[in-house]
């Protein structure tokens, strides 16, 4: 089984059982339920702060847009409504704003920005608008032919980036990647300077300020600032995670560091991110966490065994998932048909035909029993 497809099930799992991934900053922290299709909201005392009553739920920055039949509404952290169901605002905020059809000065219909008391706060002028991420949007104007055509601005609404592009594919960490119908990559930083390192024909997302680049099919890295720190060499690799990034070499797995420096050497046969400062390792059937210069810290016994987060990490022992220690000794005994990661305090689990949160003491603070 190779690095990339190990685990995989599980990601699958996760993904399938809760879709409803969280902003890197939130005022309260807040966690995902459902009523059979329906979603909801609870907090990490296991109050219900938004009923699993809504079609769609996204949870934004400062609102969370919540959705039945054509109406959407926003609620505010605690589950107070903020904005009344309407059908004009539809996109979940993201820094404070949200795009909203307006009237211009010629009386068409635009797109512009409001804020959470639906104060325009950009004024409508664009044909397409996505919402902010690390202080700019991409949006896109009309050109002399009715095609649109893409640009970026700042919160002030100025073009960062000019409308000319065919197309700009998702951006963080004040990189932006612009694609062209020749599907040519170029990557441009947050003054609209182009940074692509000359040779590179794809460039990834930004992770912990490392963004990954292609060429040739060989793969390396280069800083936010397009400073290339590890040239295009490897076979593949993953976008940076704890510091640590995977890569491969010669169908072997082993680890760089943000220096480029090959800190683990490349002799696994699977490997998953580092997390808490360690990584879950494998060659043959028996899984092992390592440290960040390759020293096996911890063996398990387990059939499974999953990253740590929050100290903790997932294993299945007898067909059941329960949750060991940075010592390996089991905190929560395996009796779970399904365990997710601990994140913000609280995991995800399913026993039976019940679902919910436990602690870390493995009390439930919420399930849908209630």
């Keep these: 089984m190779t690095g990339n497809s190990w685990l995989r099930g599980m990601a699958v799992t996760l993904w399938l059982c809760i879709a409803l991934p969280l902003p890197a900053q939130t005022p309260a922290r807040l966690f995902p339920i459902r009523h059979g299709d329906l979603h909801g909201l609870i907090d990490a005392k296991g109050r219900v702060v938004v009923p699993p009553e809504f079609e769609e739920l996204k949870i934004g920055d400062p609102l969370i847009l919540v959705r039945k039949s054509a109406r959407t509404a926003y609620m505010d952290q605690d589950g107070t409504m903020a904005i009344a169901p309407q059908a004009d605002l539809r996109l979940p905020f993201a820094e404070g704003l949200t795009p909203a059809p307006l009237p211009d000065r010629q009386g068409r219909t635009r797109w512009g920005y409001v804020d959470p008391a639906r104060k325009v706060v950009i004024e409508p002028a664009f044909a397409h608008a996505e919402g902010f991420a690390d202080g700019l949007a991409v949006v896109g104007v009309e050109d002399a032919w009715g095609a649109i055509r893409y640009g970026a601005i700042d919160r002030k609404g100025n073009w960062v980036l000019q409308p000319v592009h065919d197309k700009i594919v998702p951006h963080s960490g004040g990189v932006l990647r612009v694609e062209s119908k020749g599907r040519t990559h170029r990557a441009y930083d947050r003054n609209g300077k182009d940074i692509t390192p000359e040779g590179v024909d794809f460039v990834g997302i930004t992770s912990e300020g490392m963004v990954r680049i292609w060429s040739a099919r060989k793969q390396g890295f280069m800083t936010a600032a397009g400073d290339v720190v590890v040239r295009p060499k490897y076979e593949s690799a993953s976008d940076f995670r704890d510091g640590m990034a995977r890569v491969w070499v010669e169908g072997k797995i082993g680890f760089i560091d943000t220096r480029g420096r090959l800190a683990v050497a490349a002799v696994w046969d699977a490997a998953e991110d580092f997390s808490d400062g360690v990584a879950l390792v ?79 003491s493995g009390q439930f603070v919420w399930s849908s029993q209630r």
């Design 282 to 360: 494998k060659n043959g059937d028996r899984p092992v966490y390592l440290d960040r210069e390759g020293k096996v810290v911890l063996q398990v016994e387990a059939e499974r065994a999953y990253p740590f987060s929050e100290g903790l990490a997932v294993v299945r022992r007898g067909g059941k998932y329960g949750f060991i220690d940075r010592a390996g000794k089991a905190v929560i005994e395996p009796g779970f048909d399904f365990a997710r990661p601990f994140k913000h305090g609280l995991a995800f689990v399913t026993q039976g035909r019940v679902s919910g949160y436990v602690t870390p």
